[in-house]
């Protein structure tokens, strides 16, 4: 029986159980934090909610249309009142921005449109006053062609960078040497008329494959990492990671049925995705990574939870957090799949690092929102992601329910993958563009035109308004974080799987020390009741606290079932 009354903090109890007031969580042991760890043994990164910066998207210091680093320092006050432990920059460093910094052409300064190295240090500096540390997002698997390794590599057969690329004759004139194809839609191979042989690139061709066979090569990128680490950063995001090794004999992949978005025939990449050796290099960066104490956060693509464990390394030696982009392809919002997937990676027995939108996909709001609860499908996903056993990283703006704002005509788009595939592939400005700051001119971003357009609805979602607003989808994220920050059980509980059967309703308890939280999401267009027995769990006569709901009615009385709005959110605190 729910005793149910008020709307948002407010107290419940079972079986007219008692109404419990606020409790604290557990303060960890002096020991655990000497170690660098908390009571239940965890570090840092696991405690800590990172946050993903594009920074030509998130605030424009000195008016150019194009954010930069004074403009994130800026905003750091922001970050940490929104409870951000950790912002992972996108990359910016000197580059041509044929992919916007995804082509480095030096790995070890950054480029002048996005300030200084002393402009650097200062963001570090002052993140670090505020408990914020700094990742950057280090691109391992190719270079800017105009980086001064491939200039070198490309200006003769004999250079001495040529082996630092790959470089190949073809199968005869005009002959690629084999049928790779570039994931943005080009050949991966591009023929040079200088030195006649064709040089590999996953990516665009101003994007050269670096040769990570070459010893020379390796070395040169752990270096990188030291020289940032020097710097003060906490950590990599590693780029691509799957991308790295090529199989050496060139063997053509499969071709499969059917037809990408640039109209070529689908391939089984399996001679140039995910070779065992990209374990080896992870090794490498995760043991230069220990002696400063950092974490690698890797781009791991994973079909399944099995391809994801992997990158943790076999002792624990490879990535401390490769990403769980998984849910990110789930096609609706279906209890059961989220169900499904989330014991596994439970069961896989790591720490989980969950994602659900970056700057290459399609925002959540856009991708789950049915044009009539959008606002409370944006709090249900954050109560998933945020409530569930592991780390979360953040996309800027899916606290405000930033959506997507694609171009509108194929001359409007930037993102050249755009331009090659439309209209099918409209390439990735619509989930790019400029932080919503405020409603006014350009969402207060920049006082010039943004490099990409702001959408209308920054009238209605932006920092000011819904810092105003305790309903706000803003709201809602920083009552969570703040309840992550507080309450031991989300950060150190096991994660517990209830009414298992419910094809609508996620529900689940974090448990900790005799504590719980417990989550109920409804995750479908209707009112669901959701009947409620926490004794196999360990809570025979369960007291609850509410902490948060996004409920917009008001209800009160006792109730044998928790009646739940339409994508609504209850979390209460648990205990006996
Ligand atoms: C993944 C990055 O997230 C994406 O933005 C980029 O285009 C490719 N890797 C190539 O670096
Ligand atoms: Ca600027």
Same mark, same amino acid.
């Given at each position: 029986?729910?005793?149910?009354?008020?709307?948002?903090?407010?107290?419940?109890?079972?079986?007219?159980?008692?109404?419990?007031?606020?409790?604290?969580?557990?303060?960890p042991?002096?020991?655990?934090?000497?170690?660098g760890?908390?009571a239940?043994?965890?570090?840092?990164?696991?405690?800590?909610?990172?946050?993903?910066?594009?920074?030509?998207s998130?605030?424009?210091?000195?008016n150019?249309g194009?954010?930069?680093?004074?403009?994130?320092?800026?905003?750091?006050?922001?970050?940490?009142?929104?409870?951000?432990?950790?912002?992972w920059?996108?990359?910016?460093?000197?580059?041509?921005q044929v992919?916007?910094?995804y082509d480095v052409?030096?790995?070890?300064?950054?480029?002048?449109?996005y300030?200084?190295?002393?402009?650097?240090?200062?963001?570090?500096?002052?993140?670090?006053?505020?408990?914020?540390?700094?990742?950057?997002?280090?691109?391992?698997?190719?270079t800017?062609?105009?980086?001064?390794?491939f200039?070198d590599?490309?200006?003769s057969?004999?250079?001495d960078?040529?082996?630092?690329?790959?470089?190949?004759?073809?199968?005869g004139?005009g002959?690629?040497?084999n049928?790779?194809?570039?994931?943005?839609?080009t050949?991966?191979?591009?023929?040079?008329?200088?030195?006649?042989?064709?040089?590999?690139?996953?990516?665009?061709?101003?994007?050269?494959?670096?040769n990570?066979?070459?010893?020379?090569?390796?070395?040169?990128?752990?270096?990188?990492?030291?020289?940032?680490?020097?710097h003060?950063?906490?950590?990599?995001?590693?780029?691509?990671? /799957?991308?790295?090794?090529?199989?050496?004999?060139?063997?053509?992949?499969?071709?499969?049925?059917?037809?990408?978005k640039?109209?070529?025939?689908n391939?089984?990449?399996k001679?140039?995705k995910?070779?065992?050796?990209?374990?080896?290099?992870?090794k490498?960066?995760?043991?230069?990574?220990?002696?400063?104490?950092?974490?690698?956060?890797?781009e791991?693509?994973?079909?399944?939870?099995?391809?994801?464990?992997?990158?943790?390394?076999?002792?624990?030696?490879?990535?401390?957090m490769?990403?769980?982009?998984?849910?990110?392809?789930?096609?609706?919002?279906?209890?059961?799949?989220?169900?499904?997937?989330?014991?596994?990676?439970?069961?896989?027995?790591?720490?989980?690092?969950?994602?659900?939108?970056?700057?290459?996909?399609?925002?959540?709001?856009?991708?789950?929102g049915d044009?009539?609860?959008?606002?409370?499908?944006?709090?249900m996903?954050?109560?998933l992601?945020?409530?569930?056993?592991?780390?979360?990283?953040?996309?800027?703006?899916?606290?405000?329910?930033?959506?997507?704002? /694609?171009?509108?005509?194929k /001359?409007?788009?930037?993102d050249?993958?755009?331009?090659?595939?439309?209209?099918?592939?409209?390439?990735?400005?619509?989930?790019?563009?400029?932080?919503?700051?405020?409603?006014?001119?350009?969402?207060?971003f920049?006082?010039?035109?943004?490099?990409?357009?702001?959408p209308?609805?920054?009238?209605?979602?932006?920092?000011?308004?819904?810092m105003?607003?305790?309903?706000s989808?803003?709201?809602?994220?920083r009552?969570?974080?703040?309840l992550?920050?507080?309450?031991?059980?989300?950060?150190?509980?096991?994660?517990?799987?209830?009414?298992?059967?419910?094809?609508?309703?996620?529900?689940?308890?974090?448990?900790?020390?005799?504590?719980?939280?417990?989550?109920?999401?409804?995750?479908?267009?209707t009112?669901?009741?959701?009947?409620f027995?926490?004794?196999?769990?360990?809570?025979?006569?369960?007291?609850?606290?509410?902490?948060?709901?996004?409920f917009?009615?008001?209800?009160?009385?006792m109730?044998a079932?928790?009646?739940?709005?339409?994508?609504?959110?209850?979390?209460?605190?648990?205990?006996k």
């Amino acid at each position: 029986m729910w005793k149910y009354s008020g709307l948002r903090k407010l107290a419940v109890g079972i079986f007219a159980a008692l109404i419990v007031a606020g409790l604290s969580a557990a303060a960890p042991e002096a020991r655990a934090q000497q170690r660098g760890v908390d009571a239940a043994g965890h570090a840092w990164w696991q405690n800590a909610v990172f946050y993903e910066i594009y920074p030509r998207s998130f605030a424009d210091s000195n008016n150019d249309g194009i954010g930069d680093l004074k403009g994130i320092t800026s905003k750091l006050d922001y970050l940490k009142e929104l409870g951000v432990d950790a912002i992972w920059i996108t990359p910016c460093f000197p580059s041509p921005q044929v992919d916007f910094g995804y082509d480095v052409s030096d790995y070890e300064a950054i480029d002048p449109m996005y300030g200084t190295m002393a402009d650097f240090d200062r963001l570090v500096a002052e993140g670090k006053q505020r408990g914020i540390r700094v990742i950057l997002d280090f691109v391992v698997n190719h270079t800017s062609d105009k980086h001064k390794w491939f200039i070198d590599s490309e200006s003769s057969r004999t250079s001495d960078k040529r082996d630092w690329y790959i470089w190949r004759d073809g199968k005869g004139p005009g002959q690629p040497p084999n049928n790779w194809l570039s994931t943005f839609g080009t050949p991966a191979w591009t023929f040079d008329p200088k030195t006649n042989q064709y040089y590999y690139h996953y990516f665009y061709p101003q994007q050269p494959d670096l040769n990570w066979r070459n010893p020379a090569v390796e070395k040169a990128m752990l270096d990188v990492t030291r020289f940032w680490y020097k710097h003060g950063v906490a950590g990599f995001r590693l780029d691509a990671v /799957d991308t790295l090794y090529e199989d050496p004999n060139l063997t053509d992949n499969p071709v499969l049925p059917g037809t990408d978005k640039f109209g070529r025939p689908n391939m089984d990449e399996k001679y140039n995705k995910k070779l065992p050796e990209v374990h080896d290099a992870m090794k490498k960066l995760r043991s230069v990574a220990n002696e400063y104490g950092a974490v690698l956060i890797g781009e791991t693509w994973t079909t399944n939870v099995d391809q994801l464990r992997d990158y943790y390394g076999s002792k624990d030696d490879e990535l401390q957090m490769p990403m769980d982009l998984m849910m990110t392809g789930f096609k609706g919002l279906s209890a059961d799949e989220y169900r499904k997937h989330i014991a596994a990676v439970n069961a896989a027995g790591h720490w989980p690092t969950y994602v659900i939108s970056n700057h290459d996909i399609v925002r959540s709001y856009t991708r789950y929102g049915d044009g009539e609860h959008n606002d409370d499908i944006a709090k249900m996903m954050a109560a998933l992601y945020l409530t569930l056993r592991g780390t979360p990283i953040l996309y800027y703006g899916e606290e405000i329910g930033m959506e997507n704002n /694609d171009p509108k005509s194929k /001359d409007d788009v930037q993102d050249p993958i755009g331009k090659l595939g439309w209209p099918l592939e409209k390439g990735r400005d619509g989930e790019r563009t400029p932080m919503q700051w405020n409603e006014s001119v350009n969402a207060g971003f920049s006082t010039v035109k943004p490099w990409l357009p702001v959408p209308g609805s920054a009238s209605t979602h932006n920092v000011a308004d819904e810092m105003k607003d305790p309903d706000s989808v803003l709201s809602f994220y920083r009552t969570l974080l703040e309840l992550r920050h507080s309450e031991a059980a989300l950060l150190d509980g096991d994660y517990v799987s209830l009414n298992e059967n419910n094809p609508n309703v996620l529900t689940y308890l974090r448990r900790y020390k005799g504590e719980a939280i417990l989550v109920i999401l409804n995750m479908s267009a209707t009112v669901q009741m959701v009947p409620f027995d926490l004794s196999e769990a360990g809570f025979s006569a369960p007291k609850l606290e509410v902490l948060l709901t996004s409920f917009h009615k008001r209800v009160k009385g006792m109730f044998a079932k928790m009646p739940m709005e339409p994508y609504s959110v209850f979390i209460a605190k648990v205990t006996k």
